[in-house]
């Protein structure tokens, strides 16, 4: 069992950043492709950006490409989303997941990678609210 706590959510203005973190127990997180997901009120949870276990790969949707960065460190058991130029429709709870998928990286995880469904574990969720 993999036990994940996302935080680092807020009330920011926009233009502004935000760094939210998923901290792991129970199992090392280096064996595990790592994803963020947001969901809007009265919409579906989408994908917002993975990352491969080795780190060698990120991916992106294309509304956060150029804006959002995510990375992780396996030695403390965390991966990152660091959110600059935000903006209202950021608006949404994230929520962090991880995937057991050790040795895929590059363009055949892509895929994978962007659904929710693939994914064994969820962190709680935390709230960014970006005003106008």
């Known amino acids: 069992q993999v036990q994940l706590v996302a935080s680092g959510g807020g009330l920011v203005q926009a233009g502004g950043s935000l760094r939210l973190s998923c901290a792991a127990s129970g199992r090392p997180l280096s064996n595990y492709a790592m994803g963020w997901f947001r969901q809007a009120p009265g919409k579906e949870r989408e994908f917002v950006a993975a990352i491969s276990w080795s780190a060698g790969s990120t991916y992106y949707a294309d509304s956060v490409k150029g804006r959002f960065t995510i990375s992780r460190d396996n030695a403390k058991n965390t991966v990152y989303l660091q959110m600059n130029s935000l903006k209202p429709q950021d608006t949404a709870v994230y929520y962090c997941?991880?995937?057991?998928?050790?040795?895929?990286?590059?363009?055949?995880?892509?895929?994978?990678?962007?659904?929710?469904?693939?994914?064994?574990?969820w962190g709680q969720g935390t709230q960014v609210t970006v005003s106008s």
């Open positions: 997941a991880a995937d057991f998928r050790p040795f895929c990286s590059g363009d055949g995880c892509d895929d994978v990678l962007r659904r929710g469904d693939k994914y064994d574990y």
